[in-house]
């Protein structure tokens, strides 16, 4: 959501495992694929999903943007930009974004290829980011455009308040770098008045909705224009 106004210009591609007994978690099921051939498979499905049942939704509005989880050991193997094409997301390459987790640093052939994506017109972001050595190097290497943080730092900036260290590094550092900043786990009014006011575009997290299926995202988005 932007925060200056209140409306909807995005979503983030989540995965939810359904089964008859419930849905499990995504930290129940993610960790155990990682760094395996089922980690590219997956990715891939969520790309082919993601054309499925929001691919109208892209073609109809502008000022929209779907981000999708990229694992780094993905990267650079072809697949990616093979699924995407296939899936006929091509044309709306400029509305994907490609969020990289901090497990790890890309290796080479990952880097080359996130340069790769950004020069076609992918928008790539640093997930849970933070001010430490890691991050700093992969932006270092690659055209970051947008950064996102966790819920813990939502969390942490209504306790501890404007003066906080780690809120006017983040301020600073979206400032001098032209950086968009998405805060996610934003839960209460509070917080999202809270960084409305500190000057943060954008923000996600059940204040504004729970997770939602396409249909019912695609009603919330019309809604909140």
Request: charged share 20%; net charge negative; proline share 6%.
């Amino acid at each position: 959501m932007q925060l200056a106004d209140g409306r909807c210009v995005g979503a983030e591609a989540l995965i939810r495992w359904g089964r008859p007994d419930g849905v499990v978690p995504p930290d129940a099921f993610i960790p155990i694929i990682e760094n395996t051939p089922l980690s590219g498979v997956l990715t891939y499905w969520v790309i082919e999903t993601v054309s499925k049942e929001l691919g109208g939704w892209l073609a109809a509005n502008d000022d929209v943007h779907v981000s999708i989880n990229v694992p780094p050991e993905v990267l650079g193997r072809g697949g990616l930009e093979y699924a995407a094409v296939k899936a006929g997301l091509g044309p709306f390459a400029h509305k994907l974004v490609m969020e990289i987790t901090e497990r790890s640093i890309p290796d080479r052939i990952g880097l080359e290829a996130l340069n790769g994506y950004s020069d076609f017109g992918v928008r790539i972001a640093l997930d849970d980011f933070g001010l430490h050595d890691a991050n700093l190097l992969l932006m270092s290497r690659v055209r970051i455009d947008i950064i996102t943080t966790d819920k813990s730092f939502a969390d942490s900036m209504l306790a501890t308040g404007p003066a906080d260290p780690r809120m006017q590094a983040l301020i600073t550092f979206m400032r001098t770098n032209a950086f968009e900043v998405i805060v996610e786990g934003v839960e209460t009014e509070a917080q999202r008045d809270f960084l409305r006011d500190a000057g943060i575009p954008m923000a996600q997290g059940w204040y504004f909705s729970p997770s939602l299926r396409a249909g019912d995202f695609q009603a919330f988005y019309y809604a909140n224009q």
